[in-house]
């Protein structure tokens, strides 16, 4: 397999969205990301008990929505029912949970670049990851909407590289693990996605010259934006797109 790349990514990259301004994963989010200048945006993806795609971040409907259950155990039309938005703010009032499919469609309208992260609910990693490929392939990826699929678990990666080899893959981690660069070259991952605060310089500069791209997550703060840019991280992954865009003019 082949470690296929993502274009140059710009330099933010709305995380869930613009988590800061609107409700996480929805399609307000994206278009708030969109309004505020982001040219990608990141979001979660997990598959729904009749195996729908989905956004949303946690492994139950609790936090971000008006219901309370397990999205595993949850099909479509249930998760449909919800009230993603009022959480967040009465602005936000009925805003649904979006299905990748409608994310999707929007950003390819758009051109705006997908991070998509597979975002398994436990257990259904490999299938997530493949389900998630498979339709990213099916419908979009070579189209006006550039596409990246992340994941924590290697499991998600493997089974996305397998489902559709030629879909460019990124590693997020937690943690600056030691085997790191291993993992990317068995993955095929071309971007490596670490947490803010594990990046230091020399981190930075031995991911590039392993010929690996990073990203960081999640960058609030413009000072720290603007040194982890200029250490040679490609695109910080952050809640307020508008606050580092202003930044970084
Ligand atoms: O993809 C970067 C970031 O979204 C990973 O963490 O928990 O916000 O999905 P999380
Ligand atoms: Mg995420």
Same mark, same amino acid.
């Given at each position: 397999? /082949?470690?296929?790349?993502?274009?140059?990514?710009?330099?933010?990259?709305?995380?869930?969205?613009?988590?800061?301004?609107?409700?996480?994963?929805?399609?307000?989010?994206?278009?708030?990301?969109?309004?505020?200048?982001?040219?990608?945006?990141?979001?979660?993806?997990?598959?729904?008990?009749?195996?729908?795609?989905?956004?949303?971040?946690?492994? /139950?409907?609790?936090?971000?929505?008006?219901?309370?259950?397990?999205?595993?155990?949850?099909?479509?039309?249930?998760?449909?029912?919800?009230?993603?938005?009022?959480?967040?703010?009465?602005?936000?009032?009925?805003?649904?949970?979006?299905?990748?499919?409608?994310?999707?469609?929007?950003?390819?309208?758009?051109?705006?670049?997908?991070?998509?992260?597979?975002? +398994?609910?436990?257990?259904?990693?490999?299938?997530?990851?493949?389900?998630?490929?498979?339709?990213?392939?099916?419908?979009?990826?070579?189209?006006?909407?550039?596409?990246?699929?992340?994941?924590? $678990?290697?499991?998600?990666?493997?089974?996305?590289?397998?489902?559709?080899?030629?879909?460019?893959?990124?590693?997020?981690?937690?943690?600056?693990?030691?085997?790191?660069? +291993?993992?990317?070259?068995?993955?095929?991952?071309?971007?490596?996605?670490?947490?803010?605060?594990?990046?230091?310089?020399?981190?930075?500069?031995?991911?590039?010259?392993?010929?690996?791209?990073?990203?960081?997550?999640?960058?609030?703060?413009?000072?720290?934006?603007?040194?982890?840019? $200029?250490?040679?991280?490609?695109?910080?992954?952050?809640?307020?797109?508008?606050?580092?865009? +202003?930044?970084?003019?």
């Amino acid at each position: 397999m /082949t470690t296929p790349a993502p274009p140059a990514l710009p330099p933010v990259t709305g995380h869930r969205g613009a988590k800061g301004h609107a409700p996480e994963n929805t399609m307000a989010g994206l278009k708030k990301a969109v309004d505020l200048g982001a040219r990608w945006v990141e979001f979660d993806v997990k598959l729904t008990a009749d195996n729908e795609l989905v956004l949303i971040h946690d492994d /139950t409907v609790n936090r971000t929505s008006n219901g309370k259950g397990a999205v595993a155990g949850m099909t479509l039309s249930d998760i449909r029912k919800l009230d993603a938005g009022r959480w967040f703010s009465a602005d936000f009032t009925g805003e649904p949970v979006p299905t990748l499919a409608e994310a999707m469609d929007y950003l390819a309208a758009k051109g705006i670049g997908a991070n998509v992260e597979v975002k +398994a609910c436990p257990g259904r990693e490999a299938e997530t990851g493949a389900a998630v490929a498979r339709a990213l392939a099916g419908r979009w990826f070579g189209g006006p909407a550039p596409i990246l699929i992340s994941s924590f $678990s290697t499991d998600s990666l493997a089974a996305a590289g397998q489902a559709a080899p030629q879909i460019p893959r990124g590693f997020l981690t937690l943690k600056f693990i030691k085997d790191w660069a +291993a993992r990317m070259d068995e993955l095929k991952c071309a971007t490596f996605h670490v947490l803010d605060r594990r990046f230091t310089e020399a981190r930075t500069r031995a991911i590039r010259e392993a010929g690996y791209r990073p990203l960081a997550y999640t960058v609030n703060d413009p000072a720290r934006a603007r040194e982890l840019l $200029s250490w040679g991280v490609e695109s910080i992954i952050t809640d307020y797109p508008d606050r580092i865009l +202003a930044a970084i003019k």
